[in-house]
Every structure is written in C-alpha cells, then in structure tokens.
C-alpha cells in the first residue's frame, strides 16, 4: 500500500549564492557570503559557481526531465536590492519572475527560501549585518516586496534557512567584523533579530496572501544520549534544548525554550530583546516546520570544570579530522556516536534519527512538516562521463523509508527537498564536496563549459518519483 500521498511533493533543493553565479552582474549587488569565504583554501569562486543565472531553463528543463514535482530555492537579497535597501533592481526582479514562470509551466512547484545566509554586504558595512537592530526593519522591506511581487504564484514561503546553524558556526555564517569576533553573546543576538525577522515574514504572507504557508527551513539534528547514564540523558534534553526547541519553540509558541534562555541568561550570553518582542513572534506563529536532515548528535554530561567550546568543522574531507565538538559547561557535550558510521566529513548517517525528528516534532507540534534538505556530500568522480553514486542511492532510500514509516504512523509530510538538485558550491568546501543528482564538470579553466552530466542517482530519483515513493 502506498504510503505517500498522491500530491507528495518529491522536489530537490538549492540556494542563491551557491548555485547562482552571476554574483555582480545585472546589478546585483555583493552579499557577506561573496565576501566571508573568498580566499579560502578549497573554495570555488562563487561568482561563477554553477552559473544557473544563466542556464535556469536547461536546468528547469533537466529538472522536468528528473520529475520533480518541487523545487526549492532562494531569493538573493543582493539581487534584489543591491544596497539592501532603497530601490529593487528590476533585473534580479525579472530574473526570479522568469525562473517561477520557467517551474510553473514546467508543472513544478516553485519553493523559494527569502534568506539563506546572504545578508547584502552594504548592510554589514553600514551598521554589522544582522548585529544591528536596523536589520529586522530591512528585512521586513525586503521581505514585503518580494511577497507581494512574487506571492501569487507561491503557495508555500521558507523564511529563514538554518537560524540553528546560522548560530553554531556563527563566523562562517555571517561576516563578522573584527570587533566582534570573541564576543558569543552576539550569535545569540543576531538569531534575536532572526527571530523577528521571520516572525515578520509570516505576518506578511498571512497579510497579503491568506491562502499561502510559511515557515522556517530549520537545521535540525535530534539528540540522543551517549549512554544510559541518567545523566547522560539530562545533557541530551539540556541539548535538545539549546540546540533545537531554542528556535521551534519561538516558531509554534512566540517565546523561547525556558531551559536554554535560563542557561543563557546564567551565562551572559542571552539576547538583549526590546518591549513588544514577544508580541510580534507571537504575532508571527508558522504554519509549518520545513527541516534539513543531515544527521542526529549525541550528548554525555560534560566533565567537572568544562570549558566552553564550539563545535570544529571537519574541512578536509578524511574521516576523523574533525576539530572538536560543542561543550556547554554544566549543561551538555556533544560527542560522537559510537553507534553511527559517518561521510568523509564526519556527519553521522542516520535515517532512523529523521523518523524520531519527523515524530518528535509533530507530537510537541502538531504542525505538517517538510524536508527541505537531506543528503550526503562525497567526492564524486567523474569517469568515462559517468557518475556512479550508490552511496547517495543508498543514503537517500534509506532516509526515504524513514519518512514512509513516519507518514505510515500519521505524520503529516508535505515535501522531500533533498540536496541539492545540481552540484553546487558546498558552504565549507567548494565543490571538493558535491550533492547533485547533476555532476557540474568544472574542469576547463575558464568555466565556460559547465557541462550538467546526470549521476546514476538522477535515474534513482527518477524511478523514485515516477513510483510515488514505492521503489
Ligand atoms: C546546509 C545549508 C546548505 C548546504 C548544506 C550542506 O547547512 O543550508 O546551504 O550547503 O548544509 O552543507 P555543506 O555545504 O557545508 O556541506
């Protein structure tokens, strides 16, 4: 018996600056991400990336071809207001008509995300991006524009992508000016001014478009504890806490998870909020939780005279390089899972956990919900103009059963937007670390040819979707 629903969305992912290109051109003005990361060792330049801008109908077509029934993408910012504010440019304004009107007529359903880590860099410059409380009333015009522009052919709006990983890797996130860098307190700051943001966008859909949903496109590990110690379990709820119900809680409910402000309170580290904050989240309750599935963390109760520590980044693609996992004396520390086999870069490969999370989040809830991102970044090889990605086939069908089991226990599943639909600039590693089901070959040194070549999981997916989910 089938368990996906007849209109299950089966999509795929991406996001602006990592897939885009065309970083200046038509007007577009710089965002922090063509900023914070140029330079840096394995990093492709993003102003090339896999030069959508310039290739969307193929890639629709392609996308046609895949059958997608969804398409999840974002908006740049910068593109549509070069400085972040003023004037929009009617170029980056025809750009993302013309690639809804592409999907639509190709009968795929346009998902567009308004903010995915690209804040104008006109507005880090003028009062530190995020930091400064101006932001929120610049998103809103932003924001209010791009709904109104666009909203009639959006039925589903993705606020903010990843507020959770927008806090835990806070500097490769935002750019942050050099003032700030050993000051914690800030992420928990900027998330504040997130929080309004997004509720403000919710307001705004619900304002001008009644029938349409929004909600936030969350980073989302759940936690378990390391052993059977009672405390162990202590440390996996104190990390539920700070780590995930943080930003859930003030999506469904309009305030934040008691447990983690107390601790940050008890820290120093709490946001500065202003009379009326809490009325405007409460003002702006989701109707939708949208999550990227990677991986599930484990937590043990964290030594006697800890130090505060946040979690290293494995760059280099070998498994065990990673620096280091997040210790918040007295409350948790994250560790690895004995348990788990892990990718090249450490994430823990887990489909069970996304069962848990589906289930979990929908009984605490009872809100649908949508995947917006799941998959497995490797070092895929390109050879006799073949891709063969079984391990993608074979992490994304397990990670497709767990949902199937979810839905088959009465969770109610919108969408399956893995990452990504073409391979694309990874936020830590260029493109030494790809997700497509489209190979983008950048071997030619002025990357001009960028040829789209379709991996053997793009024929997987094909069957997948084709089959509603059965094969
Ligand atoms: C999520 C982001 C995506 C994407 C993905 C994979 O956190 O929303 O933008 O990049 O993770 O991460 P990475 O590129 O670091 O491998």
Redesign the pocket.
Known sequence: MAVFPKNFLWGAST?AY?VEGAALEDGKGLSQQDVVNKGKTGFADASVASDHYHRYKEDVQLMKKLGLKSYRFSIAWSRIFPEGVGEPNPKGVEFYHNLIDELVVNGIEPIPTLY??DMPEALVEKYDGWIGRQSVDDYVHYADFVIREYGSKIKYWLTI??QS?IVQYWKQKNHIPDRYVNDEQIKYQINHHMNLAQAYSVILVHKYFPDAMAGAAL?YSPIYALTSEPKDALAAQNANNLRNLFYTDVYFKGFYNESALKYLQDNNLAPRMELGDEAIMKAGISDFLAI?Y?NSDAAKWPETGAKRRWSGVNLSGKKGDISGYETQPGYYEICRNPNLDTTD?DWAIDPSGLEYALEDLYSRYNKPLMIT?NGI?AHDELVDGKVHDQYRIDYMSDHIAAIGRAIGRGVPVISYNP?SYIDLL????GYQ?R?GFVYVDRTDDDLKNLARIKKDSFYWYQEVINSNGEN
């Open positions: 996001s990592q995915h880590y992508n990843e990983i980073g990227n990677y870069w991102e970044g990452w990874s936020t830590s590693n670390k997700y």
